[in-house]
């Protein structure tokens, strides 16, 4: 598997909940720390949670904390992004991201300057009544 694959977003209604998957199998075989990004239409793309390499660190930012808890299951090589009390403004595409830098032993919610170099292609969380 060359770049991580997400699903389970949908429509949901405001303090509902929702899970999404990662499929990743580079965090399975111990080489990646993998990241959870949002970006909403109009908006820059921000980082909402990781999970290091080995998932012993995670972080989350401060808009989904005590919200928002990430897992990883290196069975299943997938991480999960459970998602509690979901408001309207968590409206967004979510993306899942791979990184393999030798710094992935501590994650980061900031792409670039040489993390994250694999992304999937999105799922849309959409909250609404």
């Known amino acids: 598997q060359l770049r991580p694959v997400e699903s389970g977003g949908g429509l949901v209604q405001p303090g509902g909940s929702l899970r999404l998957s990662c499929a990743t199998s580079?965090?399975?075989?111990?080489?990646?720390?993998v990241g959870w990004f949002r970006q909403a239409p109009g908006k820059d793309r921000e980082g909402v949670s990781c999970?290091?390499?080995?998932?012993?660190?995670?972080e989350y930012a401060d808009s989904v904390k005590g919200r928002f808890f990430i897992s990883g299951d290196s069975a299943k090589s997938t991480v999960y992004l459970q998602m509690h009390s979901l408001r309207p403004e968590d409206t967004a595409v979510y993306y899942c991201?791979?990184?393999?830098?030798?710094?992935?032993?501590?994650?980061?919610?900031?792409?670039?300057?040489?993390?994250?170099?694999?992304w999937g292609q999105g799922t849309q969380v959409t909250v609404s009544s």
């Open positions: 991201a791979e990184d393999t830098s030798p710094h992935s032993d501590i994650c980061t919610l900031v792409s670039g300057q040489g993390r994250y170099g694999y």
């Open positions: 999970i290091s390499r080995g998932g012993t660190a995670t």
């Open positions: 580079k965090f399975s075989q111990g080489r990646a720390a």
